[in-house]
């Protein structure tokens, strides 16, 4: 059985960083891309950053790059998304989603596998 489990959320201030990990067992990443969504209180679940089984890396929000980064560790099944410098609008449950294509997709739909999701609370 395919499952995600995410972990690493936390209530973190201003400036602050954080990592989560997106733990996957039931299949080899080597042949999953593995996205990063968030969903703010009251507003639709986005995009966040993607990580390709070709390894490659996409960026879905503006505000995110230079701040954002994601990675595989192989070995441990585990992709982390390492988020520094966080600021309040970063505030949502994030989760982590697997999808056997070959590079990454934006839309949530094209996700089949997702994870419960961790709660990122960035407040002073």
């Known amino acids: 059985q395919l499952q995600l489990v995410e972990s690493g959320g936390d209530l973190v201030q201003p400036g602050g960083s954080l990592r989560l990990s997106c733990k996957v067992s039931?299949?080899?990443?080597?042949?999953?891309?593995i996205g990063w969504f968030r969903q703010a209180p009251g507003k639709d679940r986005e995009a966040v950053i993607c990580?390709?089984?070709?390894?490659?890396?996409?960026s879905y929000q503006a505000s995110v790059k230079g701040r954002f980064t994601v990675s595989r560790d192989i070995p441990k099944n585990t992709v982390h998304l390492q988020m520094n410098s966080l600021k309040s609008e970063d505030t949502g449950i994030y989760y982590c989603a697997g999808a056997a294509f070959s590079s990454c997709s934006e839309s949530k739909s094209e996700y089949p596998y997702w994870g419960q999701g961790t709660q990122v609370t960035v407040s002073s």
């Open positions: 990580t390709s089984r070709n390894g490659g890396t996409t």
């Open positions: 039931g299949f080899t990443l080597d042949y999953y891309s």
